[in-house]
């Protein structure tokens, strides 16, 4: 049930958080006029604009020079929720339309780093391996705190429907907009400015340009940038306390303590303290758990019913797609579901990764069929949304251990070959994919094998690199397959002849499994064994619910022991049901015994 107008001095806090969540979040100025919340969405319009109406970001005007170039401009708003839920703030962003600059439309220098999830779990990681304590600071209005060049500023128009109260209608930029083609640039540039001038020992990585390592008064130090979140880690509290000073004279920022949310993602951190004061992490968990259940409620998930028990049917083929089957009125629904599960897939539930990839092919031509089995998908993620991907140290395990495999022919539609791939970091899961191998054919079982332990040595080699960089080593990844064949065939010396087809890209895992440009150790390992077989088929239900998950997905221990019981009642039920079939069936024999008794009986008597 939505609210009814509140005064203009309310504060969100104030409320119960659910009394916000009936209503979606305005597509424009107009609508969030008629939202019952609109005082609150005016307060965050107001917000916004005093930010960009700074003095040293961009000059009100009242009226535009004749022959400029104005930009329009418009408002995203959005409703910011906490990971449990609850109310967060009330969100308006004023963005523009960058695209219509054709000053600049053939500006080559656009592009703006991002780090990938990898780097984030790798993070995550090195905090265990080195107990360093994640802590994250937000930037309030990033691009607004980069500076424009002179040469590139420009004008632009307030929202259509806003008006000032000082009869402004728009502004020269001295700084970057949201919605600017170069306002990622600037912005990159300007927090790389901050990093080099305030910690000079700390070194840009070359394998992801938003992750700066290195030492502070011999304390290691890690800090990764996404946009306007800043993730820092560190073991000594004054090196925090330097970089929270320094981040706040710089910047308007934020800061949220330890790391508990990032990107829609729960983070937990558990720690333990030492004798000195001072905490460091044990183990750390992620978890999608609100996100799944928004997603059930927007695609309408009857969450009340049995849910599945895996994924996808065992061998799942949908047909190809013809233009009787074709529906292009769920179109828009069936990519959104899909980009939706990719996320989650992406960051947290490698067990589903396969499935959405496989469905993410009939985006352009979608059927009923494959948006009944993403649903199933989302079911299946509902009934197991408590399910965390867990981080916690194995000082046993390897520095990385990787895992590959294929299925060959696997794409009934195309006779692709799939490829699957996991890789380790001292036992804590940090990368994963599943795809097609499109740009070769496999004739047989070992080349798909071969062409997927090249694919996998390659995503392994970057997280390698990045390590190394770093943290110098001469220990070699290791490298799991299920195929001895391609053991020996990366490791012989000779080119086999029945591999000369294939492209020569993938003949480079030969010279890093051999001479001196050797990175990797193959290791044959069995099927069962092989925990990236979840990346290339949809297994069996009690495959996929035990064995196989519970070696790569940690989970919260009550979840585990949950799953275990379900397939151990499971069981019991058929050994009971298979011991009351022996019963009367022995029950049966011992009837007829009974009856042959007596009519053997009567003959005598006769």
């Known amino acids: 049930m939505l609210l009814a107008l509140r005064d203009a001095d309310s504060d969100p806090a104030d409320f119960p958080s659910d009394a916000f969540m009936d209503e979606p979040d305005p597509a424009t100025y107009r609508q969030a006029r008629l939202s019952p919340n609109w005082r609150q969405w005016h307060k965050a319009i107001q917000s916004e604009i005093d930010g960009i109406l700074q003095p040293d970001r961009a000059d009100p005007v ?23 839920g609850s109310l967060d703030k009330f969100k308006a962003r004023c963005t523009t339309r960058g695209d219509m600059d054709r000053t600049f439309y053939e500006e080559a220098e656009t592009f703006a780093p991002t780090p990938q999830l990898t780097t984030f779990r790798l993070l995550l990681a090195l905090c265990l391996k080195h107990r360093l304590m994640p802590y994250h600071y937000d930037v309030s209005q990033a691009f607004l705190q980069a500076l424009i060049p002179e040469d590139e500023r420009y004008y632009v128009r307030f929202p259509k429907g806003y008006i000032h109260p000082k ?52 304390q290691l130090f890690i800090v990764l940038i996404y946009v306007d979140d800043f993730i820092v880690a560190c073991a000594d509290e004054l090196s925090r306390a330097r970089f929270h000073t320094d981040i706040m004279s710089t910047f308007q920022a934020t800061y949220s303590g330890v790391l508990n949310q990032f990107l829609q993602l729960r983070v937990d951190v558990q720690t333990e303290t030492l004798p000195t004061g001072e905490s460091y992490p044990t183990r750390i968990e992620l978890s999608h758990e609100r996100s799944i259940t928004d997603l059930c409620a927007k695609f309408s998930i009857d969450t009340d019913k049995q849910p599945p028990r895996s994924p996808m049917t065992e061998g799942l083929s949908l047909p190809i797609p013809s233009p009787d089957t074709i529906d292009r009125s769920i179109e828009t629904p069936l990519r959104s579901l899909i980009y939706s599960l990719l996320w989650l897939a992406r960051t947290v539930r490698p067990d589903i990764y396969y499935h959405v990839t496989y469905l993410a092919q009939f985006c352009h031509q979608p059927t009923v069929e494959a948006l009944t089995a993403a649903k199933r998908i989302l079911h299946y993620a509902y009934s197991t949304r408590d399910y965390t991907l867990a981080m916690a140290i194995d000082s046993a395990a390897p520095q990385l251990t990787a895992f590959c495999d294929s299925d060959h022919a696997g794409d009934t539609a195309t006779r692709n070959s799939v490829s699957g791939y996991c890789l380790y970091f001292h036992g804590m899961l940090i990368d994963w994919w599943s795809k097609k191998q499109k740009s070769c054919t496999a004739l047989h079982s070992t080349e798909a094998e071969y062409v997927a332990m090249s694919e996998a040595c ?10 190394t960089e770093f943290f110098p080593s001469d220990e070699l990844i290791t490298i799991n397959v299920d195929n001895s064949a391609v053991q020996t065939l990366v490791t012989q010396r000779a080119l086999s002849s029945k591999l000369k087809h294939i492209a020569v890209r993938y003949h480079a895992v ?26 290339t088929k949809a297994l069996p239900i009690t495959k996929h619910g035990v064995p196989i998950i519970d070696k790569f997905t940690a989970r919260l221990l009550d979840i585990k022991d949950r799953r275990v019981k379900l397939v151990e009642k499971l069981r019991a039920a058929e050994a009971q049901q298979l011991h009351a079939q022996q019963q009367q069936l022995q029950q049966q024999q011992r009837q007829d015994e009974i009856v042959l008794a007596s009519l053997q009986r009567q003959n005598l008597i006769g």
């Not at 919605?179 to 300007?190: A, F, I, K, N």
């Not at 051999?514 to 064994?529: A, E, M, N, S």
Request: glycine share 6%; net charge positive.
């Open 167 to 218: 009869g402004y209608v728009g502004a020269y930029m001295k700084k970057a907009l949201y919605g600017h083609r170069t306002s990622g640039r600037l912005w990159s540039e300007t927090a790389h400015r901050f990093m080099t001038d305030r910690y000079p020992t700390l070194s840009r990585s070359t394998y992801d340009e938003c992750l700066y390592i290195g030492w502070i008064d011999t």
């Open 458 to 467: 390659t995503s392994a080699l970057a997280i390698y690199n990045t390590l």
């Open 510 to 535: 030969r010279n890093w499994c051999q001479g001196p440009l050797r990175k990797f150790t193959p290791v044959w390992i069995p099927t069962d064994d092989n925990q990236s077989d979840i990346f």
């Open 62 to 84: 009242t009226a535009f020079p004749p022959s400029s170039t104005v930009l329009p401009s418009k408002f995203v708003f959005k409703l910011k929720k906490l990971t449990d």
